[in-house]
């Protein structure tokens, strides 16, 4: 029987692993058996706090034992979970708790004036309390088309939208992962990504399924990384570039023994080929794997073996889809066009948002935004983005949203924003500005944008012009025209 149910996977994986270490993190240690017990005790928790059978829970906390026993079990019990971005401003949060209905917030945290964004709010301490008189209950009989969680991503039209993953589309992404990145039941995986990202929770329920130890970080430093990977011989895992880098550069001062990492993905946006060739020096005994995805996919291709491709044509791949997953180009034939993507792990809409859902999924392709080739053999080669957003140390940011702020600016006339290359963090958010008012400083703008957003979303530059912004016949600021000069000499306009 294939498993299409968080039900369903945590039963099978509940008959299977007992006895063995399930959970690491800050020095505590649970069994499978114990991870179970307390997931089967989450069900009475959630009834005792009057969140029904369809109802959302916001997670809203650093990564932990907790929290990864939350996400498996929240949906296990016909509940879904609402995870929360940490780095989200106060206003930021409350859109999408009140966007989602979440009925319950799950926290480790102070949570201000979140109180009056849902009918509880429950710390971690009062969670660990409730676990300890609990009573057991059996998991829910689910359908594969139920919504388990709702992860929100940045919009296109300034507001964040929910993107819906069914109990299909994330146990079909585990299926995935372990087809990119195959595990064995003697793995130890590190979870250092965080938790409320796509990347953080990938091989969660794969873990689970094949009986493999989670190493968890709660929140990521290079140096404690890497005493992880050396005391807890860590053999797997998946980051983001930027923390590939950070850990390549502490590595390089205070060297440790890296040797039991034998595979290392990272995911959210491209690496440079010289942070790949110093982490491979640094990571001897590592397979490194690109993979490519979004929120709305998460896994869609894989390219493995990418120490040793950083020489050859294929280096620049994002490798080929994934089992059970379509990659189809839009456009003229032998020409780059729009990626497009089809499986079993493509969400079926955004929450609320019909028009987003009609413009972004159609006959079940999703339309990425990303602007790409394949080649004879089926690799996936990214050159640009026809979607509006940039990719900063992972982080999806969209154009539009810090437009809106910055145009709530009294001394703003016209005002663009688009991705120029950054160094370390892959891109950075740069505008370009009209003003009404002379007197208006790039750090006054700034200071502005970061009274509304959260700081990996605020302009790193500002240019100012005195004439209007360059449009095309039908007044569409022509952002292309702006953006060109500052990827002149690179061989790709995303970075």
């Known amino acids: 029987m294939i498993m299409q149910t968080f039900s369903e996977t945590l039963a099978r ?73 940490t780095r989200w401003s106060f206003s930021e949060l409350a859109y999408a708790i009140e966007d989602g209905g979440a009925k319950l917030l799950i926290t480790d945290r102070d949570p201000g004036s979140l109180i009056h964004s849902v009918d509880h709010v429950l710390s971690i301490a009062d969670y660990e309390l409730m676990v300890d008189r609990a009573e057991p209950l059996p998991f829910a009989d689910v359908n594969e088309d139920d919504l388990a969680g709702l992860f929100y991503t940045g919009g296109t039209t300034g507001k964040s939208k929910g993107v819906m993953l069914s109990h299909r589309n994330i146990v079909s992404n585990a299926l995935h992962s372990q087809f990119t990145m195959p595990l064995v039941g003697h793995d130890r995986y590190l979870l250092a990504a965080p938790m409320f990202h796509a990347a953080g929770t990938l091989s969660v329920l794969q873990c689970l399924s094949l009986g493999v130890t989670q190493i ?37 001062l205070n060297p440790r023994s890296l040797n039991s990492m034998r595979l290392l993905a990272h995911a959210a946006s491209p690496i440079t080929t010289e942070v790949l060739k110093r982490a491979c020096e640094q990571f001897p005994n590592a397979e490194f794997i690109h993979v490519y995805g979004a929120t ?22 994002v490798g080929r889809a994934s089992l059970g997953v379509s990659v189809m180009i839009d456009g003229e034939p032998g020409q780059p066009g729009e990626v497009l993507v089809k499986g079993p792990n493509v969400t079926s809409s955004y929450w609320n948002k019909p028009e987003q859902t009609s413009e972004s999924i159609r006959n079940g392709w999703y339309r990425t935004g990303d602007i790409g080739y394949l080649n004879d053999d089926g690799y996936l080669f990214l050159v640009d983005r026809a979607k509006d957003m940039i990719i900063s140390g992972g982080e999806n940011i969209y154009c539009s949203e810090v437009e809106e702020i910055i145009y709530q600016n009294s ?85």
Request: net charge negative; hydrophobic share 40%; glycine share 6%.
């Open 216 to 252: 968890i970080l709660p929140a990521f430093s290079p140096e404690v990384c890497l005493d992880l990977i050396e005391s807890e011989l860590c053999t797997a895992t998946i980051l983001v570039p930027t923390m590939i880098a950070a850990m390549t550069e502490a590595q390089t």
């Open 411 to 495: 001394k703003v006339l016209e005002a663009t924003v688009f991705g120029i290359p950054h160094p370390h963090w892959g891109e950075q958010v740069h505008a370009t500005v009209v003003a009404r008012d002379n007197s208006l400083t790039e750090n006054e703008l700034i200071d502005f944008c970061r009274m509304y957003l959260s700081g990996y979303k605020l302009p790193r530059s500002v240019a100012f012009q005195e004439n209007e912004l360059p449009k095309s016949g039908p007044g569409k600021v022509l952002k292309r025209e702006l953006r060109s000069p500052y990827w002149a000499g690179h061989e790709r306009a995303i970075n």
């Open 296 to 317: 709305e996919t998460t896994v869609v291709t894989a390219l493995r073996s990418e120490h040793l491709l950083i020489e050859t044509s294929l280096g620049k791949s």
């Open 13 to 85: 994986a509940e008959s299977m692993h007992t006895e063995k270490l399930a959970l690491v993190c800050d020095g505590n240690e649970r069994s499978f058996r114990e991870f179970f017990e307390r997931c089967h005790r989450v069900g009475s928790i959630l009834n005792e706090l009057g969140v029904a059978a369809g109802e959302r829970v916001a997670i809203w906390a650093a990564n932990s034992d907790i929290y990864t026993e939350l996400y498996a079990a929240i949906p296990s019990h016909g509940r879904s979970i609402l995870p929360l971005n």
